[in-house]
T-cell receptor, first 111, second 113 residues
Framework: KQEVTQIPAALSVPEGENLVLNCSFT??????LQWFRQDPGKGLTSLLL?????REQTSGRLNASLDKSSGRSTLYIAASQPGDSATYLC??????????FGDGTTLTVKP | EAGVVQSPRYKIIEKKQPVAFWCNPI?????LYWYRQNLGQGPELLIR????????DSQLPKDRFSAERLKGVDSTLKIQPAELGDSAVYLC???????????FGQGTRLTVV
């Protein structure tokens, strides 16, 4: 059974800092890995999708990497802003479409 | 384009009562998911539909939970009877692809008292 772990559970940084969020998974036979953002009381918003054949994806100040052999993905956020404060979740998918989510990292960016 | 629409947003019921949640996915999205999210945790899949067929309901507690997706569009998730431990946010999501969840609704926050 796939297990997805996100450490730390919470992170607080000053505005402008670059930061890395971590996601680890136990079964390397994943098909896709996806990063989401969740604001309080809201649903999840997809940020980046990395297919198993890819090593990384970029969108604006966000860069996500995937290393299947080590069972890790990272989400890099450059020049963090208070508006980046949210919970960030990763999800691993099998080729049959079964998804397993981590419990998320709650990020606070202080002005 | 309208996103995934869920209703109600909030529901408070007494234990042993029935409750139903409704989801309207994005037009043209064949894949529909129902997730349950407990406080401080990630979403857990309850059931996944491809059109009107439930292709993965292995995590659905079938003694009290049921779901349907008539005509392969809207979907309803029902709990009968509700228990205190069912208090959570119930999220609906839809996608055009089997292997990625593209869009989530805002969720229904259920409180069982």
């Amino acid at each position: 059974k796939q297990e997805v772990t996100q450490i730390p559970a919470a992170l607080s940084v000053p505005e402008g800092e670059n930061l890395v969020l971590n996601c680890s998974f136990t079964d390397s036979a994943i098909y896709n890995l996806q990063w989401f953002r969740q604001d309080p009381g809201k649903g999840l918003t997809s940020l980046l999708l990395i297919q198993s054949s890819q090593r990384e994806q970029t969108s604006g100040r966000l860069n996500a990497s995937l290393d299947k052999s080590s069972g890790r993905s990272t989400l890099y956020i450059a020049a963090s802003q208070p508006g980046d404060s949210a919970t960030y979740l990763c999800a691993a998918y099998t080729n049959a479409g079964k998804s397993t989510f981590g419990d998320g990292t709650t990020l606070t960016v202080k002005p | 384009e309208a996103g995934v629409v869920q209703s109600p947003r909030y529901k408070i019921i007494e234990k042993k009562q029935p409750v139903a949640f409704w989801c309207n996915p994005i037009s043209g999205h064949n894949t529909l998911y129902w997730y349950r999210q407990n406080l401080g945790q990630g979403p857990e899949l309850l059931i996944r539909y491809e059109n009107e067929e439930a292709v993965d309901d292995s995590q659905l507690p079938k003694d009290r939970f049921s779901a349907e997706r008539l005509k392969g569009v809207d979907s309803t998730l029902k709990i009968q009877p509700a228990e205190l431990g069912d208090s959570a946010v119930y999220l609906c999501a839809s996608s055009t692809k089997l292997t990625v969840v593209a869009f989530f609704g805002q969720g229904t926050r259920l409180t069982v008292v």
